[in-house]
């Protein structure tokens, strides 16, 4: 049964039931991680109310580094939990042929994204440590679920009766040191060096962010029953999403309407080998929130990119521009939608009396 998302804060609220400090139970920081999210879904001290504090031990930079990972990966378990029992998405392991034994990532989607024939909205975030319902590690641990998050997106998604999948794009590599695939406790922002690369193995189909998106694409979205899919993409996963339209560029643009790029680090002219199909598309289809001093939706000169229009996500604040931006974008794309299927029912063939008579003579 899908959860009654009615009231602003009523996520907030389900999310509550369950806790942030169950899962620091065992933990070796247990004590120096007094944390829980409240009803705000903002990270507190469950003693002093206080916000996260990163410097706990006093001059001891690596010790503090450590620490911040061990909560970085309990938010992860935890953001995991809200996913699958207050936002109602299935966890899907892929490759879908992998062995046993073998290292598996997965993302999430709602229970009947491949089926319905409703309009389907991909999550698809930036580079970085976090992993699937993030925005941002950062911004969850400083502004709170609400911001941090892809939750509010969902939420949203799901009330305007679209599917949702969630995309996992930084989950490339496996620990040799760890047990379970516990990676957050030595993530590391990028792909580990060559030094420390015996220790890690690749994903198979999983590896890159780039790889991930496009098995996604090509083994479950492209599959989909419904015709009307949008991106919203963040930072690095515009750069992503620009990759999979010159891969797979026929297919992307017939099933996609739009894509609605936050602060992305494409680069068009450079991914798209001036393809002129291409960049027609992107300006047609595609609209830019970009973080900037202007208010919400005004538009921004880019001398760096032309290639779609490009507004204001009213703050300047770069963690915070997927929330500033949140009810514009889905303003945005409900105009998209309703223009394709507009146009789509222009150009459908209409039923006449002759027509109708010359089938029936023919039976």
């Given at each position: 049964?899908?959860?009654?998302?009615?009231?602003?804060?009523?996520?907030?609220?389900?999310?509550?039931?369950?806790?942030?400090?169950?899962?620091?139970?065992?933990?070796?920081?247990?004590?120096?991680?007094?944390?829980?999210?409240?009803?705000?879904?903002?990270?507190?001290?469950?003693?002093?109310?206080?916000?996260?504090?990163?410097?706990?031990?006093?001059?001891?930079?690596?010790?503090?580094?450590?620490?911040?990972?061990?909560?970085?990966?309990?938010?992860?378990?935890?953001?995991?939990?809200?996913?699958?029992?207050?936002?109602?998405?299935?966890?899907?392991?892929?490759?879908?042929?992998?062995?046993?034994?073998?290292?598996?990532?997965?993302?999430?989607?709602?229970?009947?994204?491949?089926?319905?024939?409703?309009?389907?909205?991909?999550?698809?975030?930036?580079?970085?440590?976090?992993?699937?319902?993030?925005?941002?590690?950062?911004?969850?641990?400083?502004?709170?679920?609400?911001?941090?998050?892809?939750?509010?997106f969902i939420k949203?998604?799901?009330?305007?009766?679209?599917?949702?999948?969630?995309?996992?794009?930084?989950?490339?590599?496996?620990d040799l040191n760890?047990?379970?695939?516990?990676?957050?406790?030595?993530?590391?922002?990028?792909?580990?060096?060559?030094?420390?690369?015996?220790?890690?193995?690749?994903?198979?189909?999983?590896?890159?962010?780039?790889?991930?998106?496009?098995?996604?694409?090509?083994?479950?979205?492209?599959?989909?029953?419904?015709?009307?899919?949008?991106?919203?993409?963040?930072?690095?996963?515009?750069?992503?999403?620009?990759?999979?339209?010159?891969?797979?560029?026929?297919?992307?643009?017939?099933?996609?309407?739009?894509?609605?790029?936050?602060?992305?680090?494409?680069?068009?002219?450079?991914?798209?080998?001036?393809?002129?199909?291409?960049?027609?598309?992107?300006?047609?289809?595609?609209?830019?929130?970009?973080?900037?001093?202007?208010?919400?939706?005004?538009?921004?000169?880019?001398l760096l990119k032309?290639?779609?229009?490009?507004?204001?996500?009213?703050?300047?604040?770069?963690?915070?521009?997927?929330?500033?931006?949140?009810?514009?974008?889905?303003?945005?794309?409900?105009?998209?939608?309703?223009?394709?299927?507009?146009?789509?029912?222009?150009?459908?063939?209409?039923?006449?009396?002759?027509?109708?008579?010359?089938?029936?003579?023919?039976?």
């Open positions: 049964m899908m959860t009654d998302f009615t009231g602003e804060h009523m996520w907030l609220q389900l999310q509550h039931e369950l806790s942030l400090r169950k899962l620091m139970e065992g933990s070796e920081y247990q004590e120096e991680l007094k944390y829980d999210f409240n009803i705000k879904g903002e990270l507190r001290h469950v003693d002093t109310n206080e916000s996260f504090v990163f410097n706990y031990y006093k001059n001891a930079h690596e010790q503090n580094h450590k620490r911040y990972q061990v909560l970085g990966h309990l938010i992860t378990q935890y953001v995991y939990e809200l996913l699958e029992r207050v936002c109602m998405l299935q966890k899907v392991y892929i490759p879908t042929d992998a062995t046993e034994n073998e290292p598996r990532s997965f993302f999430f989607m709602s229970k009947n994204a491949l089926t319905s024939s409703c309009s389907l909205i991909v999550l698809l975030q930036d580079r970085g440590v976090f992993r699937a319902g993030q925005w941002g590690q950062k911004t969850t641990v400083s502004e709170g679920l609400g911001h941090g998050t892809q939750i509010p949203m998604a799901l009330e305007s009766h679209s599917e949702v999948i969630v995309l996992n794009p930084n989950d490339n590599f496996v760890t047990e379970n695939e516990r990676l957050s406790f030595s993530a590391r922002e990028e792909a580990p060096t060559s030094l420390q690369s015996v220790w890690w193995l690749p994903k198979r189909c999983s590896s890159s962010p780039e790889e991930h998106t496009m098995y996604i694409w090509d083994h479950f979205i492209s599959k989909s029953a419904t015709k009307h899919v949008a991106f919203i993409a963040h930072g690095y996963g515009g750069l992503v999403f620009v990759d999979l339209l010159v891969q797979r560029k026929l297919e992307v643009m017939n099933k996609v309407y739009s894509v609605a790029f936050i602060d992305s680090v494409h680069n068009m002219r450079h991914q798209t080998r001036s393809d002129p199909q291409i960049q027609e598309w992107i300006q047609k289809y595609c609209r830019e929130w970009v973080s900037d001093s202007k208010p919400l939706d005004k538009a921004v000169a880019s032309v290639n779609c229009p490009t507004v204001s996500a009213g703050t300047e604040k770069y963690g915070l521009a997927p929330s500033c931006c949140l009810h514009a974008i889905f303003k945005y794309l409900k105009s998209m939608l309703k223009a394709k299927m507009t146009t789509a029912s222009r150009h459908s063939p209409v039923a006449t009396r002759s027509s109708t008579r010359k089938k029936r003579g023919n039976v």
